[in-house]
């Protein structure tokens, strides 16, 4: 069985332990949903942080403009938005069926495709930065976010929104959401699957590495590292949208811009399975969701530590994630070639590059 | 809104004062985090986003000092003492192995340190909010129109002493010098003798005490509770970014500006918009520098 | 581990399910309610651990101390017979969607017909549309946020006032200080800080509500930032306007922070009113600092309610605090939730049947004295007849003033400033 076989065989398995998952664990339905809504997290994260080399610590913001762009249409289609969110919740709307299913595919359409809008706008403004002044813009743009969201009351404020609700069954609902959750996820690794066998891989990755010469070869670098947080912004905002409609009710700081939680996951998961490469991010969200949801509840306040810890070990001892050090333990099982000879020439040429 | 402009203008401009004075007292504080970050940033290239943790952390020495029946103005040296030793550790368990990685490890790392550091307040301490209470009088003006706590004045004192004395020393002992040196070119640092390794520690530990005292102050002021660093660590940003971190006068000025700006926004725009025009700001002041960058890049060009 | 600390309960709980879901599978179908021989089977998901755990263990408590007082009294007489109670928990870890999911177990799988409520308002959130889907009837205890009830729900009720009439008294007190001054009402300026939170902005939306009935004007309508450490200048916006009454809502972090800057800006406002100054325990971190500062309460141990079972509010709290270790005062929290199980006991003697819709309709129709103050039930489910008091901090304690009916204390108005 050769490695591309392989490959696809594994991929066949696991979209067939998706379709049944809820089924076999009814009970777990959410808990699966949410590691997908992880998964499209750490890939999304990984096409700047891993392949192009800018760590954004504010991509949480698309999934947050995602969520609220998805409620506005879906109520603003039917309803004034001022005075539903105005009554802070206190206004029964009832949707029909065909009103809701309506409202929410459009939404999810309409928060792909602003969120990535507002990815080409903040890109002109924050691409200049280089480095830690980069990870520290977007964490700025996504905590201004949530604090500015909190502070219009047209939006709902502090007090958030309470979504349409479903009109049918709760079991209906949560295969429905399931497989929204699922199948973003899919197709977020699907496309990026894609993208990354082409020359646009070749082009962030050669920003990653040096971003002048990348520039002095006559790649454009802005234009590639603006369409590349587009992409992410796509996917983000889509997973905003469905996971808002999951939750049935959003806020601003701790459901929709969630900085310190989501946003720091992202992150941790995509180095957790090693950065910068495709099944990395899956498999460091598979861990990391499976890991929390199992310790989380036993560990009595302490998880939030164990947490902080896991970051800092992550960080400081195991940065090149578990497939980077798989990959470079048995290099041939991911089909590296080592030629003894040019690979010495790579670590010269690396060191003089450091 | 233009009500409150109208009020600080026409009907009530003495209220121009209160907020001034508020914000210069608190500002001068926010100079002193601002500072400490200044300093491992320039000397280390650091990023340290447990900053305003190291804060908070002084704060409840203070608390707890309190607590015991000790007035929590002596949290101040002892603050100094603990955070040092805790900055000296944190920097040989984690820091010492990110210096060398790129940036954005650094921070990473120090925001884990940052979630470890407020989680475990949050299991000693519990999520409610604490106060030191110093117990000082209050001065006021015409008619209580104008009120200053004596805690600010005297923590405005403290901050200000407390950075002539940073100052002293980093231009006088040798200790001191070696950091600049360090700072200036790490490689000949070296070369010349000077134990990088031990300098980056004693900065960090240093950093670390800085913020322990501005904590103690902060929580003779104003409330603490285990979650309310990220605001400090941000604060201390926007100002150095604006600053520089080579500019202590710059630091200052900034760090000043910063509290009076915060006050006129509560006031002018509602509190809702205080902890937004501190991001809003950290975000204006990365683009500004990014024109002027920009600008630089266009020559070479 | 919680077990250890409610021995017994393990085992019981265990074979109470297995009997639960033995009996639901054979009362499936039948339209007789779930009854065990002489017990009828309560459900609740409460939150035993995360972040509501406290206030969690707070209800349950109250919940077991009722039930153990009706079957020690006799039970609950239906029909000549007399029944006994019982509850079957769940911890619902404090996550809505949990909740959500238990309440389905518990109606589909354990086939319990009569439900209890959850801790707090986003809870009873996710379950009331669990019940009202399976048209199981849930009398809850904690759930305060008006939006419970204006969503149509008939098989929700709760005993406990809804979060706008939190401070809605303090409205009704500064029109009446201002006629007693010789002023009209609608003279009164009002300053409002309200965390940027759901409760809070609740809150929020009675006092609107409320000033404008008396054409009130607000002059200050600030909203407080979660990480709230300083309000200086709402205050100092405050000094300028000068208005007749400064209301703050947030958390015990909003009070306490207040508290210390109204003192230390020398806030000379003739009447203050706050939420939570118990929790931020300011009478004991500012002393006279924080005198004649008005606090909203669901509850008192010292209001004059009385009923047979428990007694006065007084001996409610007696009572409560031999039976559990670790209470020095009594948290409503823990009151509300025994006298919605009297509520259960109330409505299923009326009812003289077990038959879903005869108990629901009785539930909706209850007009009873307990000790945690009277309750009647509104079309939309929520108590309209139990005011929320206001107490006035006097010399270090809580004093009831308002509204008058009971009040212990007059009111001390204007506020002396503790400067």
Redesign the interface.
Same mark, same amino acid.
């Given at each position: 069985m050769t490695a591309k076989n392989k490959q696809l065989l594994l991929c066949a398995l696991i979209l067939l332990a998706g379709i049944v998952a809820p089924f076999l664990f009814p009970?777990y339905t959410?808990q699966i949903a949410v590691l997908w809504v992880m998964i499209l997290f750490a890939l999304t994260w990984d096409i700047m942080g891993g392949q192009m080399g800018y760590?954004s610590?504010g991509n949480i913001f698309f999934f947050g403009a995602g969520m609220y762009i998805c409620a506005v249409i879906q109520i603003g289609l039917f309803y004034n938005v001022g005075d539903y969110t105005s009554a802070?919740? $206190? !206004?029964?709307v009832d949707f029909t069926p065909g009103q809701y299913y309506l409202g929410l595919v459009l939404g999810i359409l309409a928060s792909a495709v602003v969120s990535a809008l507002f990815a080409v706008i903040f890109g002109w #403004?924050?691409f200049?930065?280089r480095?830690?002044?980069f $990870? /520290?813009?977007t964490l700025? !743009?996504a /905590? $201004?976010a949530g604090?500015?969201v909190? $502070?219009w009351d047209w939006l709902g404020? @502090?007090? @958030?929104i309470?979504m349409p *609700?479903y009109p049918g069954e709760?079991d209906d609902r949560a295969l429905l959401f399931y497989f929204l959750c699922f199948g973003s996820a899919v197709a977020t690794f699907a496309f990026l699957r894609v993208l990354y066998a082409t020359r646009f891989k070749l082009a962030i990755n050669a920003i990653r590495d040096d971003e002048a010469k990348a520039e002095a070869m006559g790649i454009h670098t802005l234009r590639f590292k603006i369409v590349a947080w587009s992409i992410a912004a796509f996917f983000l905002g889509i997973s905003g949208a469905i996971y808002g409609n999951m939750?049935?009710?959003i806020?601003p700081?701790e459901v929709a811009f969630p900085t =310190?939680t989501f946003g /720091?996951f992202m =992150?941790l998961m995509a180095?957790l399975g090693g950065k910068g490469t495709l099944w990395g991010p899956v498999l460091g969200a598979t861990l990391f969701h499976v890991i929390k949801e199992v310790t989380w *509840?036993h560990l009595?306040?302490?998880q939030? !530590?164990a947490?902080?810890?896991? #970051? #800092?070990i992550n !960080?400081?001892?195991f940065?090149q994630g578990l497939l980077g050090w798989a990959q470079e333990k048995w290099p041939e099982a991911f089909g590296i070639r080592v030629d003894e000879p040019e690979s010495a020439d790579d670590n010269a040429a690396r060191r003089a590059a450091e | 809104m233009l009500d409150n402009l109208s009020l600080l203008f026409d009907l009530a401009p003495v209220f121009n004062i209160q907020l001034l004075l508020d914000g210069l007292f608190i500002g001068a504080i926010f100079a002193l985090a601002a500072y400490g970050l200044a300093l491992v940033w320039g000397v280390m290239n650091v990023k340290n986003l447990a900053q305003g943790d190291f804060v908070i952390m002084g704060g409840y020495i203070a608390y707890s000092l309190g607590e015991w029946g000790i007035h929590p103005i002596l949290g101040l040296p002892l603050a100094i003492v603990v955070m040092f030793a805790f900055g000296w550790a944190v920097y040989v368990l984690v820091i010492r192995r990110v210096i060398d990685r790129d940036l954005f490890t650094s921070l990473l790392a120090t925001f884990g340190i940052a979630i470890v550091v407020q989680q475990s307040l949050n299991l000693i301490y519990g999520p409610e909010v604490k106060i030191a209470e110093s117990g000082f009088g209050i001065r006021s003006a015409l008619d209580n129109q104008l009120t200053v706590s004596d805690i600010k004045v005297v923590s405005f004192v403290m901050a200000a002493a407390l950075a002539i004395a940073v100052v002293v020393f980093m231009k006088r002992s040798r200790m001191g010098q070696a950091i600049r040196a360090t700072a200036q070119d790490p490689r000949a640092a070296k070369i010349m003798g000077i134990d990088t390794d031990r300098v980056y520690a004693f900065t960090f530990a240093l950093n670390a005490a800085i913020c322990g005292a501005a904590g103690v102050l902060i929580a003779m002021i104003w409330v603490i509770q285990p979650f309310y660093g990220i605001t400090h660590s941000i604060r201390s940003f926007v100002i150095v970014t604006a600053a520089g971190f080579g500019n202590l006068p710059g630091v200052i000025i900034a760090g000043l500006g910063l509290g009076v700006a915060e006050q006129y926004s509560g006031f002018v725009m509602g509190a809702e918009f205080q902890q937004a025009t501190v991001v809003g700001l950290l975000v204006a002041v990365l683009v500004w520098r990014q024109i002027q960058q920009g600008r630089l890049r266009q020559v070479v060009q | 581990m919680k077990f250890n600390t409610l021995p017994g309960r393990a085992q019981g709980f265990s074979r109470l399910v297995m009997a639960g879901a033995a009996v639901g599978l054979l009362a499936a179908g039948s339209a007789q309610a779930k009854i065990e021989g002489d017990t009828i089977v309560l459900g609740s998901a409460i939150s035993l651990t995360g972040k509501y755990a406290t206030n969690g263990v707070h209800a349950q408590n109250g919940y077991d101390l009722a039930v153990r007082k009706i079957n020690e009294g006799g039970g609950v007489k239906v029909d000549g017979k007399s029944y006994k109670l019982k509850v079957v928990y769940y911890d619902d870890e404090s996550t809505p969607a949990r909740g959500a999911q238990l309440a389905e177990r518990l109606i589909k799988q354990d086939g319990v017909q009569f439900m209890l409520g959850p801790y707090s308002s986003g809870l009873t959130k996710a379950i009331a549309p669990v019940t009202e889907k399976y048209k199981i009837p849930m009398v809850e205890a904690e759930g305060a946020s008006r939006s419970l009830f204006t969503q149509g729900y008939k098989y929700l009720f709760a005993v406990l006032s809804t979060s706008e009439q939190y401070l809605a008294s303090a409205i009704d007190l500064a029109a009446e200080m201002a006629e007693k001054e010789g002023r009209k009402p609608s003279d009164v300026k009002i300053a409002m800080a309200f965390e940027n939170d759901p409760f809070s902005l609740d809150v929020r939306a009675g006092v609107v509500d409320d000033a404008k009935k008396y054409g009130m004007k607000v002059v200050i309508d600030d909203k407080l930032p979660r990480d709230l450490s300083d309000m200086s200048a709402t205050l100092t916006k405050a000094k300028a306007l000068k208005p007749d009454l400064l209301i703050v809502s947030g958390h015990s972090k909003g009070a306490a922070t207040a508290v210390r800057q109204i003192n230390e800006m020398k806030i000379d406002i003739p009447m203050i009113a706050m939420t939570h100054c118990e929790a931020a325990k300011v009478t004991d971190k500012f002393g006279a600092g924080a005198n004649d500062i008005l606090c909203s309460t669901q509850w008192a141990e010292t209001l004059s309610y009385e009923d047979e079972m428990f007694g006065t509010a007084a001996e409610f709290h007696e009572e409560f605090k031999a039976n559990f270790e670790g209470y020095t005062t009594v948290p409503y929290q823990s009151a509300q939730a025994a006298a919605a199980v009297m509520v259960w006991k109330d409505a299923f003697e009326r009812a003289n049947s077990f038959e879903i819709d005869k108990v629901r309709d009785a539930i909706a129709a209850t007009d009873m004295q307990t000790f945690y103050g009277p309750i009647r039930f509104s079309e939309a489910g929520n108590n309209i007849a139990k005011p929320m008091v206001l107490r006035q901090i006097q010399g270090g304690s809580y004093n009831v003033v308002a509204p008058s009916k009971w009040a212990s204390h007059p009111l001390n108005f204007p506020r002396e400033a503790g400067f």
């Amino acid at each position: 069985m050769t490695a591309k076989n392989k490959q696809l065989l594994l991929c066949a398995l696991i979209l067939l332990a998706g379709i049944v998952a809820p089924f076999l664990f009814p009970n777990y339905t959410f808990q699966i949903a949410v590691l997908w809504v992880m998964i499209l997290f750490a890939l999304t994260w990984d096409i700047m942080g891993g392949q192009m080399g800018y760590n954004s610590l504010g991509n949480i913001f698309f999934f947050g403009a995602g969520m609220y762009i998805c409620a506005v249409i879906q109520i603003g289609l039917f309803y004034n938005v001022g005075d539903y969110t105005s009554a802070y919740g $206190a !206004v029964k709307v009832d949707f029909t069926p065909g009103q809701y299913y309506l409202g929410l595919v459009l939404g999810i359409l309409a928060s792909a495709v602003v969120s990535a809008l507002f990815a080409v706008i903040f890109g002109w #403004i924050v691409f200049g930065l280089r480095g830690p002044y980069f $990870a /520290i813009g977007t964490l700025g !743009v996504a /905590i $201004a976010a949530g604090e500015l969201v909190g $502070a219009w009351d047209w939006l709902g404020g @502090g007090s @958030g929104i309470s979504m349409p *609700t479903y009109p049918g069954e709760p079991d209906d609902r949560a295969l429905l959401f399931y497989f929204l959750c699922f199948g973003s996820a899919v197709a977020t690794f699907a496309f990026l699957r894609v993208l990354y066998a082409t020359r646009f891989k070749l082009a962030i990755n050669a920003i990653r590495d040096d971003e002048a010469k990348a520039e002095a070869m006559g790649i454009h670098t802005l234009r590639f590292k603006i369409v590349a947080w587009s992409i992410a912004a796509f996917f983000l905002g889509i997973s905003g949208a469905i996971y808002g409609n999951m939750s049935g009710f959003i806020e601003p700081l701790e459901v929709a811009f969630p900085t =310190v939680t989501f946003g /720091i996951f992202m =992150v941790l998961m995509a180095l957790l399975g090693g950065k910068g490469t495709l099944w990395g991010p899956v498999l460091g969200a598979t861990l990391f969701h499976v890991i929390k949801e199992v310790t989380w *509840t036993h560990l009595l306040g302490w998880q939030w !530590v164990a947490l902080g810890l896991l #970051i #800092i070990i992550n !960080v400081v001892y195991f940065q090149q994630g578990l497939l980077g050090w798989a990959q470079e333990k048995w290099p041939e099982a991911f089909g590296i070639r080592v030629d003894e000879p040019e690979s010495a020439d790579d670590n010269a040429a690396r060191r003089a590059a450091e | 809104m233009l009500d409150n402009l109208s009020l600080l203008f026409d009907l009530a401009p003495v209220f121009n004062i209160q907020l001034l004075l508020d914000g210069l007292f608190i500002g001068a504080i926010f100079a002193l985090a601002a500072y400490g970050l200044a300093l491992v940033w320039g000397v280390m290239n650091v990023k340290n986003l447990a900053q305003g943790d190291f804060v908070i952390m002084g704060g409840y020495i203070a608390y707890s000092l309190g607590e015991w029946g000790i007035h929590p103005i002596l949290g101040l040296p002892l603050a100094i003492v603990v955070m040092f030793a805790f900055g000296w550790a944190v920097y040989v368990l984690v820091i010492r192995r990110v210096i060398d990685r790129d940036l954005f490890t650094s921070l990473l790392a120090t925001f884990g340190i940052a979630i470890v550091v407020q989680q475990s307040l949050n299991l000693i301490y519990g999520p409610e909010v604490k106060i030191a209470e110093s117990g000082f009088g209050i001065r006021s003006a015409l008619d209580n129109q104008l009120t200053v706590s004596d805690i600010k004045v005297v923590s405005f004192v403290m901050a200000a002493a407390l950075a002539i004395a940073v100052v002293v020393f980093m231009k006088r002992s040798r200790m001191g010098q070696a950091i600049r040196a360090t700072a200036q070119d790490p490689r000949a640092a070296k070369i010349m003798g000077i134990d990088t390794d031990r300098v980056y520690a004693f900065t960090f530990a240093l950093n670390a005490a800085i913020c322990g005292a501005a904590g103690v102050l902060i929580a003779m002021i104003w409330v603490i509770q285990p979650f309310y660093g990220i605001t400090h660590s941000i604060r201390s940003f926007v100002i150095v970014t604006a600053a520089g971190f080579g500019n202590l006068p710059g630091v200052i000025i900034a760090g000043l500006g910063l509290g009076v700006a915060e006050q006129y926004s509560g006031f002018v725009m509602g509190a809702e918009f205080q902890q937004a025009t501190v991001v809003g700001l950290l975000v204006a002041v990365l683009v500004w520098r990014q024109i002027q960058q920009g600008r630089l890049r266009q020559v070479v060009q | 581990m919680k077990f250890n600390t409610l021995p017994g309960r393990a085992q019981g709980f265990s074979r109470l399910v297995m009997a639960g879901a033995a009996v639901g599978l054979l009362a499936a179908g039948s339209a007789q309610a779930k009854i065990e021989g002489d017990t009828i089977v309560l459900g609740s998901a409460i939150s035993l651990t995360g972040k509501y755990a406290t206030n969690g263990v707070h209800a349950q408590n109250g919940y077991d101390l009722a039930v153990r007082k009706i079957n020690e009294g006799g039970g609950v007489k239906v029909d000549g017979k007399s029944y006994k109670l019982k509850v079957v928990y769940y911890d619902d870890e404090s996550t809505p969607a949990r909740g959500a999911q238990l309440a389905e177990r518990l109606i589909k799988q354990d086939g319990v017909q009569f439900m209890l409520g959850p801790y707090s308002s986003g809870l009873t959130k996710a379950i009331a549309p669990v019940t009202e889907k399976y048209k199981i009837p849930m009398v809850e205890a904690e759930g305060a946020s008006r939006s419970l009830f204006t969503q149509g729900y008939k098989y929700l009720f709760a005993v406990l006032s809804t979060s706008e009439q939190y401070l809605a008294s303090a409205i009704d007190l500064a029109a009446e200080m201002a006629e007693k001054e010789g002023r009209k009402p609608s003279d009164v300026k009002i300053a409002m800080a309200f965390e940027n939170d759901p409760f809070s902005l609740d809150v929020r939306a009675g006092v609107v509500d409320d000033a404008k009935k008396y054409g009130m004007k607000v002059v200050i309508d600030d909203k407080l930032p979660r990480d709230l450490s300083d309000m200086s200048a709402t205050l100092t916006k405050a000094k300028a306007l000068k208005p007749d009454l400064l209301i703050v809502s947030g958390h015990s972090k909003g009070a306490a922070t207040a508290v210390r800057q109204i003192n230390e800006m020398k806030i000379d406002i003739p009447m203050i009113a706050m939420t939570h100054c118990e929790a931020a325990k300011v009478t004991d971190k500012f002393g006279a600092g924080a005198n004649d500062i008005l606090c909203s309460t669901q509850w008192a141990e010292t209001l004059s309610y009385e009923d047979e079972m428990f007694g006065t509010a007084a001996e409610f709290h007696e009572e409560f605090k031999a039976n559990f270790e670790g209470y020095t005062t009594v948290p409503y929290q823990s009151a509300q939730a025994a006298a919605a199980v009297m509520v259960w006991k109330d409505a299923f003697e009326r009812a003289n049947s077990f038959e879903i819709d005869k108990v629901r309709d009785a539930i909706a129709a209850t007009d009873m004295q307990t000790f945690y103050g009277p309750i009647r039930f509104s079309e939309a489910g929520n108590n309209i007849a139990k005011p929320m008091v206001l107490r006035q901090i006097q010399g270090g304690s809580y004093n009831v003033v308002a509204p008058s009916k009971w009040a212990s204390h007059p009111l001390n108005f204007p506020r002396e400033a503790g400067f």
